[in-house]
């Protein structure tokens, strides 16, 4: 038996889901498996059970051919089990040493950093990773995070390796670099499950697709003889949709302009440089570029809880550098977060009151002092059928909404006040294919009706989608504008790796 | 007035600034180790409370100072221990939970007392630790008298911020508490038991508040008094901060306000025409200016506060 | 014997009667631990606890001993519960409770020629107004300088109660009998009794009042949803144009005030002059009510009745029983810690593992 992984019947509920319904799962010694799933199809959730982050309902695990109980990430290291986290698991003040031998069992009582570098550098040549080990977590790439992540599991000398979505954070070419990584793993033998809901991707680098749909097993491919259309209607159920013509839209007067912005991020580095750009209404503008450059600090300046260090924005020609974020919205500018749990909502407040938060200072929601509860719960109402929101009451803690109707909520409470633009950033992360329309769909209605959008984006499918025009961002630097249909992904891949759109020529 | 500039006086105030400092080194100390696995433990002052009285009475009532201080530790951490039960199993939030057991320490601390010893017009009283002094050493002029010719728990206190700075630094056991504080779930996907890590922290932490309240009456004074450890506590958790969580750096905001703490009681002893409580105000008041200039520059470990929890 | 193992498990919901429930089933565990530490120190629990209850509301007397504590509980309380509802730590209670107590003894003792009704209306607001600033302070740097609130309320109460002894020991000792006490205030600022033969006062009335003023203001003013929204989640509400600074210091301010009525009260309705100990921790004891009322006013009235009961009582049990009236203090933190253990089943439920 070659099974290096074998679950039977793996089954695991969470409250209102069954994220695993019975998954039969198998991986072999020295194979490249893929999960393929939308997201919230359970493929990390059942990762985490292997890696014993979740405990399992019921199901079996044979690592090895042995029958095993993995109760916690220990025993799968133990086991020989590593996985990379979609987020990263790094201690960010620590140095990319301190974080590979982290929890090593062999670690003596004191620490001896120096032969532990020794070590990792001998780890790098051979896999041909190389990181500066005394770096701060804080102070690297995106990119080099992930390299850590890997580093830290070979340092473990593991077997089986589970990597969860990791290319959502990479550029193409991060990309093929780590697929050729991937490579000699399995030349040596190792065993590599490989998380993704990429098609391409999948098709690339697996010797077998498993591809999941609503917690069960909906298919399993060789991927010489499959195609992107078969595995994405196993993923969806559905035939999905390609690529939105856009009709061309009016253009209009600038609405938004950023002029000369620089700005730190909150540890004090600097984010943004001499950042220029203009959106007109009637189009969409999406910010390409790996996420961690830069696009959080464009998005706080923007949204007014970040003062840049110079520069100014303007609003309909308006100077609004130092205004508070309620003039702003007062002004017409909706703001849709990256972190739409902490910041886009207040999760332990009723639906109805995360509705009406940006406006409840309004009539007729208010007087002077007191709530007007009676128009607010009509108005509520009323946007709770018109953007069809699924709740089972307006009161009800608006934490128990699912992923899409929270995002949603975002949503309708900003077209609701009529703005004029819309900054979006990752506004379809995480959500499955019928809310990524809805929200894809609202947001061309506003630009055909003449409203500017911002759309800052990691899925370059999405912005290449939806976009008439395209910036890339690198190190908190423009590195030019694209028309749409312009150039090639690859093109825009150097883009996001920091070559300038003027030097693209001088490369190829 | 003379007295102000002389040599003596000096002398005296550090020497005295050096013991006020101890109580507050070591529960700083105590304090540094909670945070660091990121369980804020305003338990502090009542668990120093109930220290100083565990210490003092079992040392009335057997004579050994020891057995005193090591009781108080004892206390200490079983406080410790039921602070890492209501906020690393449970989650609950650790404001509430550290004011909770600084209510329930001090009560029970009161309770205990009275129930115990009652409420004589004389209160009774124990024979303290007497001053250690190094020969040779202590005969060094001024540093002398200073530094050699101090209670053993100085003494322990002063060794023990090298020996906590290393363990938290150059240790394994420390380097899973700063990543546990910092990111549980980094630390927990190593298999690091992140609930095992602060509880030990806790338990570190309590009986070092423990210790900390043994000074006060087993050295400092030789009762117990209601309002004995009067606030400490609280002066502790903002040294923390001021320390920037580093327990080197515990010395110098403790020396800071054990200097203030020795000065204000020779001030009042000189009598100016100031009512003598304006002196037994500026610790606090000196603490809250402090807390105002590090605050904007104060970085606490990521995870403070957020109970950590797997799915 | 199998060893038993249980697991929290995420409630998606919690039952209303649930919530009604807690902090009864809360009270009676807190009763047990309690009974096993006087157990401990060598009394009858049953009869301790009995004559604690019997003691507050056995005799006519008892009774009204009760509504004459229940009255600055009840407003330290909802002073706790309406800062942490905007999660303003404020554990300053005590500190602004004597701020007010000062504020009103000085006006009180200045002999200012007013008719009761404007003076006793004087006395309210330069309370409220002096305990709403010393809370002001500590809102003010958390909000501005984002300075903790927690250390910086804690360590205002040492810093008034020396201001107060100053005050008491100099300027205004009394100069008859030099005890460090102020005189009395003058008859036209005394709180009218509100029962014949009882020490009931006003002050009652005001406290009532706040619960039903700061219901309103938390559930139906502009306000109330910014300090609800704050509380819930500060920098989402940044985000969403909540001002977050001003809402803190207003926040503060009123918490603050209505801490120092306490203090008029017990000054103005009580004992018509300031003493060092006109509250034996009533700040204090107001964040245990805060929440055991779930930070909800009516919850903190019943809270407060609770811990009314407890306090008077303990005196009465400490004289019938020998258990020391320190015993109060002990089911206060007992009580809290239980519940708060409790609050997780807000959350979970317990899961026998199989």
């Known amino acids: 038996m070659n099974e290096i992984v074998l679950m039977k019947s793996i089954k695991k509920r969470f409250p209102g889901v069954i994220a695993n319904d019975n998954i039969d799962f198998y991986a072999k010694k020295g194979e490249i498996v893929s999960l393929l799933g939308e997201n919230g199809a359970g493929k990390t959730t059942l990762m985490k059970i292997l890696y014993g982050l979740y405990a399992k309902d019921s199901g079996e695990i044979y690592i090895k051919g042995k029958k095993v109980e993995i109760n916690s990430p220990k025993d799968a290291i133990d086991l020989g089990i590593g996985m990379v986290h979609q987020h990263f698991t790094l201690v960010n003040p620590f140095s990319v040493t301190e974080n590979i031998i982290l929890g090593l069992k062999t670690n003596k009582f004191i620490i001896n950093v120096e032969t532990a570098k020794e070590k990792i550098k001998n780890y790098m040549k051979k896999y041909e990773i190389f990181v500066d080990p005394d770096a701060k977590i804080?102070?690297?790439?995106?990119?080099?995070?992930?390299?850590?992540?890997?580093?830290?599991?070979?340092?473990?000398?593991?077997d089986i390796l589970i990597l969860d979505e990791p290319t959502a954070v990479l550029t193409p070419q991060e990309v093929k670099e780590l697929f050729k990584t991937l490579k000699i793993l399995k030349e040596e033998g190792k065993t590599i499950i490989f998380i993704s809901h990429k098609l391409y991707e999948v098709l690339e680098i697996s010797d077998r697709i498993v591809v999941l749909r609503n917690g069960k097993v909906s298919g399993e491919r060789d991927p010489k003889q499959t195609n992107r259309r078969e595995l994405a209607s196993l993923m969806v159920g559905k035939e999905v949709f390609d690529v939105i013509s856009l009709t061309p839209s009016e253009q209009k007067d600038v609405i938004l302009e950023l002029k000369d912005i620089n700005a730190l991020s909150h540890r004090g580095n600097i984010a943004l440089k001499n950042v220029s750009l203009i959106i007109k209404g009637g189009e969409i503008v999406g910010l390409a570029g790996v996420s961690g450059n830069g696009q959080k600090e464009l998005e706080e300046i923007i949204s007014g809880i970040k003062k840049p260090l110079k520069g100014k924005i303007y609003f309909k020609n308006i100077d609004i550098t130092n205004k508070s974020p309620k003039e702003r919205i007062n002004l017409g500018i909706g703001r849709i977060p990256e972190d739409r749990m902490e910041l886009g909502l207040i999760l332990d407040l009723p639906v109805f009151e995360n509705l009406i938060v940006e406006c409840y200072d309004k009539t007729p929601f208010s007087g002077k002092l007191f709530l007007n509860y009676k128009n607010i719960e009509n108005y509520s109402k009323k946007i709770v059928d018109e953007f069809d929101i699924r709740?089972?009451?307006?009161?009800?803690?608006?934490?128990?909404?699912?992923?899409?109707?929270?995002?949603?909520?975002?949503?309708?409470r900003i077209l609701s006040m009529n703005p004029e633009f819309i900054l979006a950033a990752q506004p379809t992360r995480g959500l499955d294919v019928g809310a990524t329309e809805y929200i894809h769909k609202k947001l061309l209605e506003l630009r055909n009706k003449g409203g500017g959008v911002l759309l800052i984006s990691e899925d370059l499918d999405e912005i290449l989608n939806l976009s008439d025009r395209i910036l890339v961002i690198y190190n908190g630097e423009i590195m030019g504008e694209i028309k749409r249909g312009e150039l090639s992904r690859e093109d825009i891949?150097?883009?996001?790796?920091?070559?300038?759109?003027?030097?693209?020529?001088a490369i190829a | 007035m003379k007295d102000i500039l002389s040599i003596s006086f000096f002398i005296g105030l550090f020497s005295a600034t050096l013991r006020m400092a101890t109580p507050l080194i070591l529960a700083t100390l105590g304090e540094v180790f909670c945070e660091r696995s990121g369980i804020l433990n305003l338990g502090i002052e009542g668990i120093m409370l109930f220290g100083s009285l565990v210490a003092f009475l079992v040392t009335y009532f057997t004579n050994n100072l020891w057995l005193g201080v090591f009781s108080a530790i004892l206390v200490g951490i079983l406080f410790g221990i039921l602070m890492a039960f209501l906020t690393v199993n449970l989650g609950v939030s650790q404001h509430v939970s550290g004011l909770g057991i600084t209510l329930f320490a001090s009560g029970l601390s009161l309770f205990t007392y009275r129930q115990i010893i009652g409420s004589p017009q004389i209160p009774p009283t124990i024979e303290t630790f007497k001053t250690l002094t190094i020969p040779y050493l202590s005969k060094i002029p001024i540093i002398g008298p200073i530094l050699f010719d101090q209670y053993i728990l100085t003494y322990i206190a002063l060794i023990l911020i090298p020996v906590v700075s290393f363990i938290i630094y150059r240790t394994n056991f420390g380097?899973?508490?700063?990543?546990?504080?910092?990111?549980?779930?980094?630390?927990?996907?190593?298999g690091i038991n992140v609930y095992k890590t602060r509880y030990i922290a806790l338990i570190i932490g309590g009986g070092l508040m423990g210790l900390a309240g043994s000074f006060f009456t087993l050295a400092y004074f030789n009762m117990f008094l209601y309002g004995i450890v009067g606030g400490r506590g609280w002066v502790c958790i903002a040294l923390v901060i001021f320390a920037n969580w580093d327990p080197t750096r515990v010395l110098l905001g403790a020396l800071l306000f054990g200097g203030v703490d020795a000065l204000q009681l020779r001030l009042q002893a000189i009598g100016f025409n100031i009512p003598y409580q304006f002196f037994l105000m500026m610790p606090y008041v000196l603490t809250i200016i402090v807390l105002v200039l590090v605050a904007r520059n104060a970085i606490a470990p990521s995870s403070i506060l957020k109970p950590y929890r797997r799915e | 014997m199998p060893l038993l193992k249980f697991r929290l498990e995420k409630r998606e919901s919690v039952p209303n009667w649930f919530r009604i429930a807690l902090p009864f089933i809360a009270i009676g565990i807190s009763f047990i631990f309690s009974s096993i530490i006087i157990l401990l120190a060598g009394k009858n629990p049953i009869t301790s606890i009995y004559s604690i209850f019997y003691g507050a509301l056995g005799t006519r007397l008892g009774i009204m001993e009760t509504i004459v504590k229940v009255t600055p509980l009840i407003l330290t309380g909802i002073a706790v519960s309406f800062a942490f509802t905007g999660k303003f730590w404020n554990i300053g209670a005590e500190g602004q409770l004597y701020a007010g107590a000062l504020a009103a003894t000085w006006a009180g003792i200045s002999n200012f020629n007013l008719p009761s009704f404007l003076y006793i209306l004087l006395l309210i607001i330069v309370g409220f107004i002096a305990g709403g600033l010393w809370a002001l302070i500590p809102g003010y740097l958390k909000a501005k300088l984002k300075v903790d609130d927690v250390v910086t309320t804690l360590l205002m109460n040492y810093i008034i109660l020396y201001l107060v002894t100053a005050v008491l020991e100099g300027p205004w000792r009394d100069p008859v009998t030099m005890w460090p006490q102020s005189i009395m205030i003058s008859p036209n600022a005394e709180f009218p009794k509100l029962l014949q033969k009882s020490r009931v006062h006003f002050g009652l009335i005001i406290g009532l009042l706040s619960v039903f003023v700061v219901y309103i203001i938390i559930k139906h003013t502009k306000l109330g949803f910014n300090i609800r929204a704050i509380g819930a989640n500060p920098n989402a509400s940044n985000f969403l144009g909540i001002n977050v600074t001003k809402t803190l210091i207003i926040t503060s301010f009123i918490s603050g005030g209505i801490a120092a009525l306490a203090g008029v009260g017990e000054v103005a309705g009580l004992h018509y002059h300031l003493?060092?100990?006109?509250?034996?921790?009533?700040?204090?004891?107001?964040?245990?009510?805060?929440?055991?009322?779930?930070?909800?006013?009516?919850?903190v009235l019943f809270a407060s009745f609770f811990f009314a009961i407890i306090i008077t009582g303990a005196q009465y049990m400490s004289r019938a029983t020998g258990v020391t009236s320190f015993i109060a203090d002990v089911i206060q933190g007992i009580t809290l810690l239980v519940l708060l253990a409790m609050l997780i089943l807000y959350e979970y439920r317990i899961r026998r593992v199989e």
């Open chain 1, 138 to 158: 804080s102070e690297i790439s995106v990119g080099e995070k992930q390299k850590v992540e890997i580093l830290k599991i070979l340092y473990r000398d593991i």
């Open chain 1, 391 to 412: 709740t089972p009451n307006l009161i009800v803690k608006t934490k128990t909404l699912s992923g899409g109707n929270l995002q949603k909520c975002i949503l309708a």
């Open chain 1, 493 to 505: 891949g150097l883009m996001m790796t920091g070559t300038k759109k003027e030097e693209l020529h």
């Open chain 2, 175 to 190: 380097l899973s508490l700063r990543s546990v504080g910092e990111n549980p779930e980094a630390a927990d996907a190593l």
């Open chain 3, 275 to 299: 003493t060092e100990n006109i509250s034996p921790g009533y700040g204090y004891t107001g964040i245990v009510i805060a929440m055991l009322g779930g930070l909800n006013p009516f919850g």
